[in-house]
């Protein structure tokens, strides 16, 4: 009986090891995703959709092994996730307190919401609607608006919610840019608002569809702050496709053969996103003023497009956000896709969070700023 026992536990604990290796060697591919581009390996970009997963998988046997026989065994997760420990609170947030929302001179506050055509899409003739978003700006108050996906009537006088965004909260300065169209009527686009004079404003194009906008925002006399926008490639999921994905995680099965599709579509968006991407940073290189990049990524935490945007500028999810931080409220709650980044030097973040809201397929990102005086990190 005992010769049994034993066998039990041997098998046992040996396919805890072959579990462990396993989840070693999937967060290994996780990571290369974020350094090697999809332009150059096919298919490698697709772990990255999984990282809160090998990550929390690695935590696990670090703690189990802690209370086994075998404590040594801990060192084969713990040396992987020290070479990911940087990946760690761009996933995971470890701030829920000491957030600062004070308005003071030098501060601004920031806001960046992909508002899904204001509606148009799902509620084509539901005023109430685009009303709902315009209501929660105003709520808000950000003196700095970003709106990735934003719509608005080619005919100036049948304008609604543009002239109600502008004239409730104040806004200075309007800069749309079209990116596509619904119809004869509906242009949607990237709408940047400001209450800080705007001194100056490009567009920079990522490729056919796809644009940044720049807007260099004077905060304070003398202190410009270079607002970099984007809507980069999505996955291009149809509503169908989207049922489907529902409709798998409802019946908790594998039989729908979807995978196939799926991965083209990810894979075909991933090497484009990483061509805008490398676009985007080879201009934020030759920005002169403190940067915020900010805007619908259409990509998680580390992967290459994430990185690569990022490189050494700070996530403000990262210094003041908890949890995990979902921004794409369909399909799994780790889609954190809309990411609010900035300089080090010359700008710190005080507060930042992510409110639910049924509005838009995003929740909003808001951030709280403070200009460094004479860029002192």
């Given at each position: 009986?005992?010769?049994?026992?034993?066998?039990?536990?041997?098998?046992?604990?040996?396919?805890?090891?072959?579990?462990?290796?396993?989840?070693?060697?999937?967060?290994?591919?996780?990571?290369?995703?974020?350094?090697?581009?999809?332009?150059?390996?096919?298919?490698?970009?697709?772990?990255?959709?999984?990282?809160?997963?090998?990550?929390?998988?690695?935590?696990?046997?670090?703690?189990?092994?802690?209370?086994?026989?075998?404590?040594?065994?801990?060192?084969?997760?713990?040396?992987?996730?020290?070479?990911?420990?940087?990946?760690?609170?761009?996933?995971?947030?470890?701030?829920?307190?000491?957030?600062?929302?004070?308005?003071?001179?030098?501060?601004?506050?920031?806001?960046?919401?992909?508002?899904?055509?204001?509606?148009?899409?799902?509620?084509?003739?539901?005023?109430?609607?685009?009303?709902?978003?315009v209501e929660f700006i105003k709520k808000e108050s950000p003196d700095i608006l970003c709106l990735p996906e934003f719509a608005t009537n080619a005919d100036p006088s049948r304008r609604v919610s543009l002239p109600a965004i502008i004239k409730q909260n104040?806004?200075?300065?309007?800069?749309?840019?079209?990116?596509?169209?619904?119809?004869?009527?509906?242009?949607?686009?990237?709408?940047?608002?400001?209450?800080?004079?705007?001194?100056?404003?490009?567009?920079?194009?990522?490729?056919?569809?796809?644009?940044?906008?720049?807007?260099?925002?004077?905060?304070?006399?003398?202190?410009?702050?270079?607002?970099?926008?984007?809507?980069?490639?999505?996955?291009?999921?149809?509503?169908?496709?989207?049922?489907?994905?529902?409709?798998?995680?409802?019946?908790?099965?594998?039989?729908?053969?979807?995978?196939?599709?799926?991965?083209?579509?990810?894979?075909?968006?991933?090497?484009?996103?990483?061509?805008?991407?490398?676009?985007?940073?080879?201009?934020?290189?030759?920005?002169?003023?403190?940067?915020?990049?900010?805007?619908?990524?259409?990509?998680?935490?580390?992967?290459?497009?994430?990185?690569?945007?990022?490189?050494?500028?700070?996530?403000?999810?990262?210094?003041?956000?908890?949890?995990?931080?979902?921004?794409?409220?369909?399909?799994?709650?780790?889609?954190?896709?809309?990411?609010?980044?900035?300089?080090?030097?010359?700008?710190?973040?005080?507060?930042f969070r992510i409110p639910n809201t049924r509005l838009s397929d995003h929740n909003p990102v808001i951030a709280n700023f403070e200009i460094i005086p004479d860029g002192k990190d």
């Amino acid at each position: 009986m005992k010769n049994k026992k034993s066998l039990v536990r041997r098998v046992f604990s040996r396919t805890l090891l072959l579990g462990n290796i396993l989840a070693v060697g999937w967060l290994l591919l996780c990571y290369a995703a974020s350094v090697y581009s999809p332009l150059d390996i096919d298919y490698l970009a697709l772990f990255s959709l999984t990282l809160p997963f090998a990550l929390v998988a690695n935590f696990f046997f670090v703690f189990f092994w802690i209370f086994s026989s075998h404590k040594w065994r801990t060192l084969i997760s713990l040396s992987v996730l020290g070479l990911c420990y940087y990946m760690i609170p761009a996933v995971f947030g470890f701030h829920p307190f000491f957030d600062d929302w004070t308005k003071a001179p030098g501060r601004f506050k920031l806001m960046t919401w992909n508002v899904h055509a204001m509606g148009t899409f799902n509620h084509p003739n539901e005023a109430r609607h685009a009303a709902g978003i315009v209501e929660f700006i105003k709520k808000e108050s950000p003196d700095i608006l970003c709106l990735p996906e934003f719509a608005t009537n080619a005919d100036p006088s049948r304008r609604v919610s543009l002239p109600a965004i502008i004239k409730q909260n104040g806004y200075r300065k309007y800069y749309f840019q079209e990116d596509n169209d619904y119809g004869p009527e509906i242009r949607i686009g990237t709408a940047v608002f400001s209450r800080y004079p705007v001194v100056g404003h490009k567009v920079h194009q990522l490729s056919r569809y796809i644009y940044m906008v720049q807007c260099d925002v004077e905060v304070q006399p003398g202190n410009v702050v270079s607002v970099c926008v984007v809507h980069l490639r999505s996955f291009m999921l149809s509503d169908q496709d989207k049922a489907v994905i529902e409709e798998v995680k409802r019946r908790k099965t594998e039989k729908l053969d979807i995978s196939g599709t799926f991965i083209y579509k990810f894979n075909l968006a991933y090497v484009e996103r990483a061509a805008e991407a490398e676009k985007v940073a080879a201009i934020l290189g030759r920005i002169r003023n403190p940067v915020i990049v900010c805007g619908d990524f259409n990509d998680l935490p580390y992967s290459y497009t994430y990185r690569t945007i990022r490189g050494e500028r700070r996530d403000a999810f990262a210094t003041h956000g908890f949890g995990l931080g979902r921004t794409y409220n369909q399909i799994i709650p780790t889609l954190r896709i809309d990411h609010i980044l900035y300089d080090g030097k010359g700008l710190e973040a005080k507060a930042f969070r992510i409110p639910n809201t049924r509005l838009s397929d995003h929740n909003p990102v808001i951030a709280n700023f403070e200009i460094i005086p004479d860029g002192k990190d």
